[in-house]
């Protein structure tokens, strides 16, 4: 397959903005054929969520709320489906277009949170956009508390069919018939084998 763009812009991975972490601090990465399976919501705790138990320590600190650089680290390290770079260091992902606002606006003291990651593919008709913003909303599902909801939208002006392409990331069946095509499901682990 020839590449659509061949000669992308490339940043350089220690100029990228992220939060350096021990490797005994990684998490363990699931196996490959885990990468695009779905825990039902009982399966794992929040351990983001305020602690329902007093705490006997008054000096503890409250956990550590997930921002923006968070995300942005889970997302970065995605290869590109077309070339053999992550995803931050092309600038398809970049820290300025992701936000995380309350779910529920109304009630700003509710633990539900949306993350809005805008892509930039590097060119404005990249046929592999639809796929690229299939990876990250895959990996931030995995690796977020189920009180997250995930929008992956394509930046405006970006691409030539991006309001589309926003349409079809934001639909969930249409994301889980996507996974469920074994060839793209292939393409999105292979997508996913780089992340930290």
């Given at each position: ?32 054929s885990a990468v695009l399976s779905y825990p039902s919501q009982s399966s794992y705790s929040d ?49 300025p277009d992701i936000s995380i606002t309350p779910t529920l606006p109304h009630r700003p003291t ?87």
């Amino acid at each position: 397959m020839d590449p659509e763009n061949a000669n992308p812009t490339i940043l350089n991975p220690s100029d990228l903005p992220t939060r350096h972490r021990s490797p005994t601090s990684q998490p363990n990465r699931p196996s490959r054929s885990a990468v695009l399976s779905y825990p039902s919501q009982s399966s794992y705790s929040d351990p983001f969520s305020p602690s329902l138990e007093p705490s006997s320590d008054s000096d503890s600190e409250a956990p550590e709320e997930i921002d923006e650089q968070e995300i942005y680290d889970l997302i970065s390290t995605i290869s590109d489906p077309e070339h053999p770079i992550t995803l931050g260091s092309l600038a398809v992902v970049s820290l300025p277009d992701i936000s995380i606002t309350p779910t529920l606006p109304h009630r700003p003291t509710s633990p539900l949170r949306t993350v809005t990651v805008l892509i930039t593919p590097t060119i404005t008709h990249c046929s592999l956009a639809t796929v690229i913003g299939l990876g990250v909303r895959v990996r931030l599902e995995q690796s977020l508390p189920p009180r997250f909801r995930v929008d992956v939208k394509i930046k405006e002006g970006t691409h030539s069919t991006a309001e589309e392409v926003s349409k079809q990331l934001g639909d969930k069946e249409r994301v889980c018939a996507a996974l469920e095509n074994g060839t793209l499901a292939g393409v999105v682990g292979k997508m996913l084998e780089t992340c930290q």
